[in-house]
């Protein structure tokens, strides 16, 4: 079911899964005269916002880049904003979130992060597991090669220990090791503020995504750039491989 869906969008041609990386929140408020962490707190709002469209519009699953494990690098003061930035949203939107039926996941390496906000995750995490009316899902300290990496040894080890036979390694496994294990791969993949690069986001789940850039940066990325992304999207044909093939939906 749908609401307020645009009417040039084919309801049954809609991407199923649809992720994020949100760029360009600190040149958005750089040419504001506003500090970085403003742009920020302004990504968030806009994510929020992104979150309820895809709910209002039927869309099943939003994956959101939060933090990549290459973000520690950038200013102590910024590192530590957003952080506090984390554990401040999840405390003031959980209530409503869980009122709206969204269930929330946390991918990536959770165990550099501080006790208090590994607990809250974990508990949100079970909280909302049985929600049904939109999976979001949110990297943090993610990267997806020390993901594949992570993936490598686990399945060494356990090779190692006699308890796989390496000729049964094949991409079904490998997936079922992965952070996003369980989970639709995505189907649209959409970068803000003109960067064309995949930011070590997702490697082997993009692998058939459609992807779309836009110059526009993150905070100013409303419901109309996002009824833009799925226009895109529904004028691609989706042939994952194959031979080009005729749309009837």
Request: neutral net charge; glycine residues 6%.
């Amino acid at each position: 079911m749908t609401n307020n869906l645009p009417a040039d969008l084919n309801p049954e041609y809609l991407p199923q899964h649809v992720a994020v990386i949100m760029d360009g929140n600190g040149r958005w408020a750089t040419q504001r005269g506003l500090p970085r962490i403003a742009g920020h707190r302004q990504g968030a709002k806009t994510l929020k916002e992104l979150l309820r469209c895809c709910k209002d519009w039927g869309i099943k699953a939003l994956t959101a880049y939060a933090f990549s494990t290459e973000n520690w690098r950038r200013p102590t003061e910024e590192v530590d904003f957003l952080m506090l930035l984390f554990e401040k949203l999840l405390q003031r939107e959980f209530a409503q979130m869980q009122q709206e039926g969204v269930r929330i996941s946390f991918i990536g390496d959770l165990s550099s992060l501080s006790d208090s906000l590994q607990t809250q995750m974990r508990l949100i995490m079970a909280e909302t597991s049985k929600n049904q009316a939109i999976h979001f899902i949110v990297a943090v300290n993610y990267g997806s090669r020390d993901e594949i990496v992570r993936v490598c040894r686990q399945l060494t080890q356990l090779a190692q220990q006699g308890e796989l036979n390496p000729e049964d390694v094949n991409e079904n496994l490998v997936a079922q090791y992965l952070y996003t294990a369980g989970m639709r791969e995505p189907d649209l993949l959409i970068r803000t503020s003109g960067e064309m690069r995949l930011s070590n986001f997702l490697l082997w789940q993009l692998a058939y995504t459609e992807m779309y850039f836009t110059d526009i940066f993150w905070p100013d990325f409303d419901r109309e750039a996002f009824h833009q992304a799925l226009l895109s999207y529904q004028k691609r044909d989706r042939r994952f491989g194959q031979v080009k093939t005729t749309l009837t939906a």
